[in-house]
């Protein structure tokens, strides 16, 4: 079972920039499709953005060309990369992963948004604001 820590929340003035992570607790990390999601008070959690086992990413609207998703296999660790912030971005940031091998690629990264459900695995989140 992955294990899912975030940090690098905070809060910061419109148009700046903020790096997540995610540090996972299991070696088989490069197997894992992650993604990111947000919940702003009062909304559900919504998908943002997310990248496979081969790299392959896949990003919602409201953060193309904002928001950069990587990952370093070698660390265990998932980032998100957020710049141009707004205060529309001002939410509880959650990592979540879903195992998706070579032999049987999990549909949580074939989506074109990241869908809640496709994930089995979360992190505890870590809070983004945005004043302006």
């Known amino acids: 079972q992955a294990q899912l820590v975030e940090s690098g929340g905070g809060s910061v003035q419109a148009g700046g920039s903020l790096r997540l992570s995610c540090a996972a607790s299991?070696?088989?990390?490069?197997?894992?499709?992650m993604g990111w999601f947000r919940q702003a008070p009062g909304n559900e959690r919504e998908g943002i953005v997310a990248?496979?086992?081969?790299?392959?990413?896949r990003y919602d609207d409201s953060v193309k060309g904002r928001f950069t998703i990587s990952r370093d296999n070698a660390k265990n660790t998932l980032y998100l990369q957020m710049d141009s912030l707004k205060p529309e971005d001002t939410a509880m940031y959650y990592c979540a992963a879903a195992f998706s091998p070579p032999w049987r690629r999990s549909n949580a990264c074939r989506a074109s948004t990241p869908a809640r459900a496709d994930f089995a695995y979360w992190g505890q989140g870590t809070q983004v604001t945005v004043f302006s």
């Open positions: 299991r070696s088989s990390f490069s197997t894992y499709c």
């Open positions: 990248i496979d086992s081969d790299y392959s990413t």
